[in-house]
């Protein structure tokens, strides 16, 4: 059976994937940081329909955190066969004139810190040399990477800028492990991140002037994910695609 790792996956495109992965037959680690409850709802949910789930707190800014949940959702599904490195954070919207160090360097910790530690526990887990049975690794970006996000989050546009370097790094490293390596670039996607960052209408507003005209929904970033994770993507490594409606 696939088994799979989400960071992040009590919320938003986090939850989204996980469901839908529920849903093929997979059986998934929730990892969340603080909110337990909304964690276990996503695990009731799955276990509700037949699926086979478990919730795993940790920060993927610590790196015992990292370590304690790969081992966790080792030790509850049997074996991992992906990981979707998903949990990231943003600040509120600003130039970088007005951002303060403190900001810069949690952004970074979290988003860029955090998904390289995740990404060396799912390699050195998966790889074929060290015991593991090969797999897929999915990075969760933003169009950010690209776009530069000008007088909102340029330090949230650059912590996902090392993601894109990241992801293209260590699909070279794994071809030969038998790991697939790729990202997915949101573009305005419809979750809980823009009230965190102080709009919470911002997906709908913006998104209105994309080509597709709207905002995204979490579930049509879950399929992308999805795909990447199952055989159905077995020669794509290294490679991105752009959730975000042709911004």
């Excluded at 960071?7 to 603080?34: F, K, P």
């Excluded at 303060?100 to 988003?111: G, H, M, Q, S």
């Excluded at 071809?175 to 670039?185: I, K, L």
Aim: net charge neutral; with cysteine; charged share 20%.
């Amino acid at each position: 059976m696939t088994s799979i790792l989400i960071t992040g996956g009590s919320r938003g495109i986090g939850r989204a994937t996980a469901l839908l992965a529920a849903q093929r037959g997979w059986a998934v680690a929730i990892n969340y940081l603080g909110n337990a409850a909304a964690a276990e709802e996503v695990v009731a949910e799955i276990k509700a329909g037949g699926g086979r789930a478990c919730a795993v707190q940790g920060n993927v800014a610590a790196e015992n955190d990292v370590i304690a949940m790969h081992e966790v959702a080792e030790r509850e599904l049997g074996g991992l066969t992906g990981v979707v490195i998903n949990a990231g954070i943003v600040g509120p919207s600003r130039p970088l004139v007005d951002i303060e160090l403190n900001r810069i360097r949690r952004i970074f910790e979290v988003n860029t810190i955090g998904a390289y530690l995740c990404a060396r526990e799912a390699a050195r887990r998966l790889a074929r040399s060290r015991g593991g049975t090969g797999g897929s690794i999915v990075l969760v970006s933003s169009m950010a990477s690209r776009l530069g996000s000008p007088f909102e989050y340029v330090d949230y546009a650059g912590s996902k800028g090392a993601v894109d370097t990241l992801t293209i790094g260590l699909a070279k490293e794994m071809g030969g492990e038998g790991v697939r390596v790729n990202a997915v670039r949101p573009g305005l996607i419809e979750t809980e991140i823009h009230a965190s960052g102080g709009q919470p209408d911002r997906a709908q507003r913006l998104g209105a002037a994309s080509p597709l005209g709207r905002a995204g929904e979490a579930r049509e970033v879950a399929e992308a994910i999805v795909w990447l994770l199952s055989d159905a993507s077995s020669y794509v490594t290294g490679s991105f695609i752009d959730v975000a409606g042709g911004r």
